[in-house]
């Protein structure tokens, strides 16, 4: 388990180093090709991040003023509550239903779907920044496809997307999650902030929003997630659901990790494929990485310091509140988007966890089939289902 001050302990170029996972020498062709194709679609991403992070960052004064922002969340990085930064939602927000008729092409042999619906009573910790952020108003409703059973609540498993990837149909082709269904998982797909229908019509791109208007406002993105998603959870626990655990893929995968943080009630935790440190992990995806060299360079910051102002949402900055055997770890071995040094540092943060390695990148699982039934035979154990 890191120290609390891990973001000095950890070195500066700790985006340079290499972790060879078991998998590397076994499968060294399928590895090199997968890694190879992540560099390729890695430096597309960097690159519309830096386009539309750009115009918030103009000039000098905008990034002194981001800065002097970020001071605020330095404190918080060495708090031991994390309630101090996950604020309880209320019980009482209403939750409204709607037939999810638009997604249905995707949706065969599923008894009963609901889009979920609710305005968002998120207020920003940093109270610099609520009036701006909530004049934000297509973020602030939050929906969330909700798959069903006739026979009532049955185990939920509580899906994440990636950045910019919050298509219903395809999170529900790459990860099975029909077939999860068939095995007897009820379903709730959550769309993050700024994706999909949450989208601002000024954000170029699904998704960017989430970082384009800057780390501090990055920070109170992470938390709103973390924030929203609990509301949804309340209203599972209301309606019957004694079992729920959550899976998160990439930037998905790094707001599951944090709720291994954060809520008791979740039976299992699977970041697939997480983003773990954020800040160094673009500090190897040229152009954005020379942007924010920049950035610090002009304006003396490091990269520990960076770290420390945004570490309040980081899951290696806090200890978990689930047991470490309901915690499972997954990882691509010729992953360069979230890369295996990354992921091994999350799994080594959470001694006990499960970690289990898959031939393939970010995207492309090529034991697919074994991956799946890796993750549901863990989730039938944390949940104390009999497959048989």
């Keep these: 388990m890191l120290k609390n001050s891990w973001w000095n302990d950890i070195p500066k170029n700790y985006y340079q180093s290499f972790y060879k996972t078991e998998l590397d020498d076994q499968h060294r062709l399928k590895i090199g090709l997968t890694a190879t194709?992540?560099?390729?679609?890695?430096?597309?991403?960097?690159?519309?991040?830096?386009?539309?992070?750009?115009?918030?960052?103009?000039?000098?004064?905008?990034?002194?003023?981001?800065?002097?922002?970020l001071e605020f969340y330095k404190a918080f990085a060495e708090s031991d509550n994390p309630a101090d930064v996950f604020v309880e939602p209320p019980m009482d927000v209403e939750i409204k239903k709607s037939k999810s008729s638009g997604y249905s092409h995707h949706l065969k042999g599923i008894a009963k779907v609901d889009l979920l619906h609710f305005d968002s009573p998120y207020s920003t910790l940093n109270p610099e920044l609520n009036a701006e952020y909530s004049m934000l108003s297509k973020n602030k409703r939050v929906i969330a496809q909700h798959w069903q059973?006739?026979?009532?609540?049955?185990?939920?498993?509580?899906?994440?997307?990636?950045?910019?990837?919050?298509?219903?149909?395809?999170?529900?082709?790459?990860?099975?999650?029909?077939?999860?269904?068939?095995?007897?998982?009820?379903?709730?797909?959550?769309?993050?902030?700024?994706?999909?229908?949450?989208?601002?019509?000024?954000?170029?791109?699904?998704?960017?929003?989430?970082?384009?208007?800057?780390?501090?406002?990055?920070?109170?993105?992470?938390?709103?997630s973390v924030f929203d998603l609990r509301i949804l959870m309340n209203y599972l626990e209301q309606n019957g659901v004694t079992k729920m655990g959550?899976?998160?893929?990439?930037?998905?995968?790094?707001?599951?990790?944090?709720?291994?943080?954060?809520?008791?009630?979740?039976?299992?935790?699977?970041?697939?494929?997480?983003?773990?440190?954020?800040?160094?992990?673009?500090?190897?995806?040229?152009?954005?990485?020379?942007?924010?060299?920049?950035?610090?360079?002009?304006?003396d910051w490091n990269i520990q310091a960076l770290r420390k102002a945004t570490a309040l949402h980081h899951a290696v900055n806090w200890k978990p509140v689930i047991e470490p055997h309901r915690l499972m770890v997954v990882g691509g071995a010729g992953d360069r988007f979230t890369a295996p040094r990354f992921v091994k540092l999350l799994h080594e943060h959470w001694q006990g966890s499960e970690m289990y390695w898959y031939q393939g990148n970010h995207l492309l699982f090529l034991n697919h089939g074994q991956v799946l039934h890796r993750i549901k035979n863990f989730m039938d154990r944390c949940c104390e289902i009999n497959p048989y």
């Design 246 to 299: 959550v899976m998160g893929f990439s930037l998905g995968g790094y707001i599951s990790a944090l709720f291994a943080n954060v809520d008791r009630r979740l039976s299992f935790v699977i970041p697939f494929a997480p983003v773990v440190l954020p800040i160094d992990m673009v500090m190897g995806w040229p152009p954005l990485s020379t942007f924010i060299e920049n950035i610090m360079k002009n304006h």
């Design 37 to 69: 194709l992540d560099h390729v679609c890695r430096t597309g991403l960097a690159m519309s991040i830096l386009m539309a992070m750009n115009k918030n960052f103009a000039s000098g004064l905008h990034v002194r003023k981001e800065l002097e922002l």
């Design 149 to 224: 059973h006739a026979d009532g609540a049955r185990p939920t498993l509580i899906f994440i997307h990636g950045v910019v990837l919050d298509s219903y149909l395809l999170n529900s082709k790459l990860f099975e999650l029909n077939w999860l269904y068939q095995q007897g998982y009820d379903a709730l797909l959550y769309t993050l902030p700024f994706h999909g229908y949450r989208k601002e019509p000024n954000d170029l791109i699904n998704g960017l929003g989430f970082f384009s208007r800057g780390f501090a406002h990055s920070n109170e993105v992470m938390l709103q």
